[in-house]
C-alpha cells in the first residue's frame, strides 16, 4: 500500500484510542485457559490480536465477538486446549509467537507457530532457551527464527531465569510455560519491562509474587474467568500526543488512556524535551491504571534520552525520533539495540526515513543522533513496520 500525506495540524478536541495489544493477547490466552467465562471489553480488533484469536479457537475454545471491541471468551480450564487442525498462523506477532510458545510448551499435543516474512526473522532463541531449560522440546530454524515446532506430551518443571534481555514477551512466556510446570518458576529482569501478564494473572486468581526485579509463581494453579476491561492503549495515543505537540495551539484530551508505570517511559522522554502533557482523572480500570491525557502544542528541545526508559517506552522510540526532529539541537538515543529486532531494524527504518525527509541523523549500533531541522516531502518506506509508517506519517 502507497499513500500520501499532507501538512496538517491539530486543533483541539477530544478522542478515544484503540484498546492495548498487550493485554488484548494477553485477555485472549488467560481467558481461554481459564476456568468459566471471560468478558473482555474494549478488546483491539486488529491483525494481531485476531491472529492470536485465531489461535485459540484452534485448539478449541469458543470466542465470541459481540462487537468490534467486546468479547466472550468460554474458557475451557488450565488442561482443556486440544490439538489444532494444522500450524498456527501468528502473522506479523511476536507477541502472540513468544507467548504461545510458552503456553503450548507444556500442553499434552504438539503445535506449530508460524508468521509472516518479517515474524519468520525474528529471535526465538530467546524464549527457547529458558523453556528448554525447563523440559520443553522446541526446533526452529537453524538460526533460532520460526517456525517453531513445539513438542507435546512433557512434565516441565520450574526454573529460576536470569533474562539476559528486558523483554515482557521473554517473562511472560516463561511465566506462562511455569502454569504447566512442577514447582517454583521465577524470572529476574535486568530493567523494569511491563507486567500486564503479571497483573492480569493475578486478577485471575494466580498467586503471582513480586520481589524487586524478580516475578515468581508455583505452577498446577487454576486461573478463573474474569471481567477484563481493555484500556486505551499508549503506544497508540503517542502519534496523538506527538501531532499535537507539532501542532500549532493544539490542545488535545485523549481519555482513557492505560497509564501503567511500565509503560510511561514515552511521558517522561517528552516531558524532559519541554512537553506539556498532563495525566488527569488517574484512576484505576480492571487491573490497569488509566487517565485522560492532556496535550498541549510545546516548542521541543532536545536532550540525552536516558536509558534508563528504554524498556518503558520500547516501543515508541519510531514516534520518538519524529519528536526529536522536530526539536531545537540534538537528541541521543542510546541503549537501543533491542529496536533492531522488532517488526523492522526501527533504528535503520526510522534513520532512512529521516534522511529522506531532510533530517540529519547518526546511527549508532545501539541507537541514533537526531539534529532537529525543517521537515522537507520526500517518499519515504515504511519496511512494513506499522510504528515506523505511523511516526513517519
Ligand atoms: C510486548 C513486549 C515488547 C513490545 C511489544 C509488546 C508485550 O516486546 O515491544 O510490542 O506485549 O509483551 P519485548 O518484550 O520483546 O521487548
Same mark, same amino acid.
Given at each position: 500500500m502507497d499513500f500520501k500525506v499532507r501538512p496538517a495540524s491539530f486543533r483541539s478536541g477530544t478522542v478515544t484510542v484503540p484498546g492495548d495489544k498487550s493485554i488484548s493477547h494477553r485477555a485472549l490466552m488467560l481467558g481461554s485457559v481459564a476456568t468459566g467465562r471471560t468478558e473482555v471489553s474494549?478488546?483491539?480488533?486488529g491483525e494481531d490480536c485476531l491472529a492470536t484469536a485465531a489461535a485459540m479457537r484452534a485448539l478449541g475454545v469458543r470466542i465470541e465477538q459481540?462487537?468490534?471491541t467486546d468479547l466472550v471468551i468460554d474458557g475451557v480450564g488450565r488442561d482443556g486446549l486440544r490439538a489444532p487442525p494444522g500450524p498456527l498462523d501468528l502473522g506479523n506477532s511476536g507477541t502472540a509467537m513468544r507467548l504461545m510458545a510458552g503456553l503450548l510448551a507444556g500442553q499434552p499435543f504438539d503445535s506449530v507457530l508460524t508468521g509472516d516474512a518479517s515474524l519468520s526473522g525474528r529471535p526465538m532463541n530467546r524464549i527457547i532457551r529458558p523453556l528448554t531449560k525447563m523440559g520443553a522440546v522446541i526446533e526452529s530454524d537453524?538460526?533460532?527464527?520460526?517456525p517453531l515446532q513445539i513438542r507435546g506430551g512433557l512434565q516441565l518443571k520450574g526454573i529460576h531465569y536470569d533474562m539476559p534481555v528486558a523483554s515482557a514477551q521473554v517473562k511472560s512466556a516463561v511465566l506462562l510455560a511455569g502454569l504447566y510446570a512442577g514447582g517454583e518458576t521465577s524470572v529476574t529482569e535486568p530493567a523494569v519491562t511491563r507486567d500486564h501478564t503479571e497483573r492480569m494473572l493475578g486478577a485471575m486468581g494466580v498467586e503471582v509474587a513480586v520481589d524487586g526485579g524478580t516475578i515468581s509463581m508455583v505452577g498446577g494453579q487454576e486461573l478463573r474467568g474474569n471481567r477484563i476491561p481493555i484500556p486505551g492503549d499508549l503506544s497508540s495515543a503517542t502519534f496523538i500526543i506527538l501531532g499535537t505537540l507539532l501542532s500549532q495551539d493544539a490542545e488535545i484530551k485523549i481519555e482513557n %488512556?492505560? %497509564?501503567n508505570p511500565t509503560r510511561t517511559g514515552v511521558i517522561d522522554i517528552l516531558k524532559a524535551m519541554g512537553a506539556d502533557i498532563r495525566l488527569e482523572n488517574t484512576r484505576i480500570f480492571g487491573e490497569e491504571p488509566v487517565a485522560d491525557i492532556r496535550v498541549r502544542a510545546s516548542r521541543l528541545t532536545g536532550c540525552d534520552v536516558d536509558p534508563a526508559l528504554v524498556s518503558l517506552a520500547i516501543d515508541e522510540f519510531p514516534a520518538l525520533f519524529v519528536a526529536a526532529a522536530a526539536a531545537e539541537g540534538e537528541t541521543c538515543f542510546s541503549?537501543?539495540?533491542?529496536?533492531?529486532?522488532?517488526?523492522?531494524?526501527r533504528i535503520a527504518a526510522m534513520a532512512d526515513g529521516l534522511r529522506r525527509l531532510g533530517i540529519a541523523v547518526d546511527e549508532a549500533p545501539d541507537g541514533a543522533t537526531v539534529r532537529g531541522g525543517d521537515f522537507r516531502g520526500g517518499v519515504v518506506d515504511s519496511y512494513h513496520d506499522h510504528r515506523v509508517a505511523m511516526a513517519l506519517a
Open positions: 474494549g478488546f483491539l480488533a459481540l462487537s468490534a537453524c538460526d533460532g527464527t520460526p %488512556v492505560g %497509564v541503549g537501543l539495540e533491542e529496536l533492531r529486532v522488532k517488526e523492522s531494524d
